[in-house]
């Protein structure tokens, strides 16, 4: 909103300081501040309104220690990350640009599924919340509505080097100064992504079906979007996992954030994607106002959200944040590095679906259930052997710290 407001007058008055607007480094230094601004100061004020309407967590009896302090800490914070995200993207990002607004999308309709999910277990007192199944129908829908936009809209495309362009107007001409071939950059409909660990650094959707003789461009996009709702589905859960104690999936999230700013920052600029020899993604660049909004809105609901947390965000937080990070990944096609930059939350999801599957075979085979861990997820484990959460979300953070080190090391390790 602010960028167009201040291009115009620029444009038209000239204006001292309206052309700072046009650089991405300073609307994002603009967006973190106007973000922790609201998250902390105004997240006092939702915390009080939470409060005095009584929405408060029902902790169930797991038997952990400091467990029956937290009953009745203010829930449903996840609104304060909300506006801490959405009131800094509007008001300095580009609202024209086809990757701002599906980040916009995807932060509301996460977001409106996990408030709907607290709702029913504030409000209906049904402990069990959003039955699991329209949860998944909204994750899928989600996914889908991401595929289906990074495959047809055409604003979505790459920079690639062809030697017979399609358009008549190349993007660029390079000349081979050894052989004097010519090649042309174009800006393409793409189905590739970056792999990590991997000398070329591009994994092509459409060539893993060719072993099976499926080239058609519908099985091509089928197998896209399976693999986007897929991983849509599995980061929301991850992040609603994790959310377990508090301050983890905060500040976790926080280092994410971080990361996915650089790995767009690099990805939409031409001279860093060409240093790095990584994909250039046009316009993308713009999401990185997005993604210093989202890591000062979880730097500033940390403030209260840390140990001993005077309030919790919910599903409407958790899942408004995994659903952000998957669509962000898969927008600038770094989603095959989720695995290690998301590696707390793949641990996470891990241990509950061993712990689970375990049980139930070990059950079948002995009569009687038996456990890897002593409780899942994974922090609970943790908790369970004495540690004090405050030291386990200092070491899973730090950890979270590596595994995001790890994932901007691929960019040149391969």
Not at 20 to 29: D, E, G, K, P, V
Not at 144 to 152: E, N, P, R
Not at 184 to 210: G, H, M, R, W
């Amino acid at each position: 909103m602010l960028y167009h407001l201040f291009t115009w007058l620029q444009e038209h008055f000239h204006i001292p300081g309206a052309g700072l607007f046009q650089y991405i480094s300073f609307r994002t230094a603009m967006a973190v501040i106007v973000s922790l601004i609201i998250t902390t100061v105004y997240g006092r004020q939702l915390i009080n309104l939470l409060q005095r309407k009584q929405v408060g967590e029902t902790v169930r009896d797991l038997g952990l220690e400091g467990e029956k302090k937290k009953q009745g800490t203010p829930t449903m914070g996840g609104l304060i990350i909300i506006a801490g995200i959405l009131i800094p993207t509007l008001l300095f990002a580009k609202l024209d640009n086809i990757y701002v607004l599906v980040m916009i999308v995807t932060t509301v309709w996460m977001g409106a599924i996990g408030f709907l999910d607290d709702y029913i277990k504030v409000f209906r007192k049904n402990k069990e919340g959003l039955a699991g199944r329209f949860k998944v129908i909204g994750q899928v829908g989600l996914g889908t509505l991401i595929a289906f936009t990074m495959y047809f809209h055409p604003d979505i495309v790459v920079r690639e080097q062809v030697t017979n362009p399609t358009s008549s107007k190349p993007v660029e001409i390079v000349i081979n100064p050894q052989t004097g071939e010519r090649t042309y950059a174009e800006n393409l409909k793409s189905t590739k992504t970056n792999i990590p660990f991997y000398k070329n650094n591009e994994f092509d959707y459409a060539k893993v079906l060719d072993v099976f003789g499926l080239t058609s461009s519908t099985a091509t996009f089928i197998l896209f979007l399976v693999v986007v709702v897929f991983i849509v589905t599995a980061v929301s859960n991850g992040a609603n996992i994790t959310d377990g104690i508090d301050g983890l999936a905060t500040g976790t999230s926080a280092i994410i954030g971080i990361t996915l700013a650089i790995l767009a920052y690099v990805s939409g600029n031409i001279i860093f994607s060409d240093y790095l020899n990584i994909m250039y993604i046009p316009n993308s660049g713009e999401l990185v106002i997005f993604a210093g909004a989202f890591v000062g809105a979880c730097t500033g609901f940390l403030w209260y959200n840390a140990y001993p947390a005077q309030v919790f965000m919910g599903d409407t937080g958790s899942l408004a944040i995994g659903g952000i990070i998957a669509a962000f990944a898969i927008l600038i096609r770094k989603e095959l590095l989720i695995p290690v930059l998301c590696g707390i939350f793949l641990i996470e999801n891990l241990s509950v679906v061993m712990q689970v599957s375990y049980f139930k075979y070990t059950k079948r085979k002995y009569g009687e259930g038996r456990r890897i861990f002593l409780m899942s997820p994974l922090h609970h484990h943790y908790q369970k052997k004495g540690y004090h959460e405050a030291k386990i979300v200092t070491r899973f953070v730090i950890v979270g710290v590596i595994l995001a080190i790890l994932t901007i090391v691929t960019l040149k390790v391969r």
